[in-house]
């Protein structure tokens, strides 16, 4: 029977103690955003922020304010008002008439096929004037030099497409300590520094931050290529860095935060839904969860001393990769303490999320129930 414990401790070593080596070599090849200077003579593309905002009263004015102070220019706002069931087109309304470079859009009705958010953006686009397209979402705070210093990122290493890590902030911890084990596997596992290599296949989108040219947007089919595909903002960064355009994706600390990504664990869980919507997913999404995130902090306290030895190498490896995680983002260094708990929110909401799918005939996001037949994650 021991050897069932060597072989769970000796792959996790491997898979943990393997990345957190490469990580902690690679990391600083990584671009920071608020290191980015500026140059006098830059060009300044005009930029179309496009906004998609469901229901969300509570963060939208925050946000268009936070664009508005912006150092950079030209620039126009582009706000879609999603089928909102709440304050949201008044607020919209109100800072339409506050700023001139504020255009309110409000979409009534979602077409068959089309996940709602992706919609959105899609009809921004119809009416942006932009040579660069800067997709965003209501709930990010943008700091005053955020846009000038990203299109100065973008204009020194000739790129069509830069994505960014935000910061994640509010009094919810549980929704940082999420966003900290997904965009540290994002950098880790998604070897982040090597987006910015033309011939790798790494591609990275982020929906805080999608800065894309005009040009390349269009020769990808625009979001209508992909309408019906949960991840819109990943989607987008593999499409454009499959067709060919130089792509990077960087960390946006101190740049570009969220305000309360989730408001509650019950919310959390529930968000898991979005990618995990059928049961072999759940099952695939619970075994991993329990095999790498959860097992390595069990086996510290099960099975004979050499198992153990094994999973206390890998347990150090997950909090040295948060470790070196947090020193590009804005992420708790000691976040890794709390990795298994992730790996139980994860299980949860998979089978959850599964459960509910089935029992309403679809994926429900947002207040809209998406039919799963041709539903992809």
């Not at 069509?160 to 540290?184: E, Q």
């Not at 880790?188 to 931050?209: H, M, Y």
């Not at 309408?227 to 600390?253: F, M």
């Not at 570009?256 to 919507?277: A, D, M, P, R, T």
Request: hydrophobic share 45%; charged share 20%; glycine share 8%.
């Amino acid at each position: 029977m021991h050897w069932v414990y060597w072989v769970l401790g000796g792959l996790n070593v491997l898979m943990w103690g393997s990345i957190a080596i490469i990580f902690t070599a690679k990391a600083r090849e990584i671009g920071v955003l608020h290191r980015t200077r500026e140059e006098a003579q830059m060009p300044k593309p005009f930029v179309s922020v496009i906004v998609a905002a469901r229901n969300e009263q509570k963060a939208l004015e925050r946000c268009v304010r936070s664009i508005m102070e912006q150092t950079y220019g030209p620039l126009e706002v582009i706000l879609v008002n999603d089928r909102s069931e709440d304050g949201t087109a008044a607020i919209a309304a109100k800072l339409e008439q506050a700023y001139p470079n504020v255009t309110v859009l409000n979409v009534r009705e979602l077409p068959e096929q089309w996940m709602g958010k992706s919609h959105a953006l899609f009809q921004g686009t119809q009416i942006a004037k932009g040579e660069w397209l800067l997709f965003t979402d209501a709930d990010i705070l943008f700091q005053p030099e955020c846009i000038s210093k990203a299109v100065a990122y973008m204009h020194r290493h000739e790129l069509d497409h830069l994505t960014m890590i935000p910061d994640f902030t509010g009094p919810h911890f549980i929704s940082k300590w999420y966003a900290a084990f997904i965009f540290m596997s994002a950098s880790s596992f998604g070897q982040l520094w090597k987006i910015k290599d033309p011939k790798s296949q790494q591609s990275l989108g982020v929906g805080a931050f999608n800065l894309v040219k005009r040009e390349a947007y269009d020769k990808i089919g625009t979001h209508a290529a992909f309408s019906y595909v949960t991840t819109d903002d990943a989607e987008l960064g593999k499409r454009i860095k499959k067709a060919g355009y130089r792509q990077d994706a960087i960390y946006g600390t101190r740049m570009i935060g969220v305000w309360n990504w989730y408001e509650s664990l019950k919310q959390l869980i529930g968000s898991v839904e979005k990618s995990v919507f059928s049961y072999p997913k759940a099952v695939i999404t619970a075994l991993s969860c329990l095999l790498t995130m959860i097992y390595p902090w069990v086996g510290l306290f099960v099975g004979p001393l050499s198992g153990r030895v094994l999973c206390g190498i890998s347990v150090l490896s997950v909090l040295w990769l948060y470790f070196i995680y947090s020193r590009y983002s804005g992420s708790g260094f000691w976040y890794g303490i709390v990795h298994p708990f992730i790996g139980l929110i994860l299980t949860v909401g998979g089978f959850q999320g599964a459960y509910r799918a089935s029992r309403r005939g679809g994926m429900t996001w947002r207040g809209t129930t998406y039919d799963r037949t041709h539903l992809k994650a």
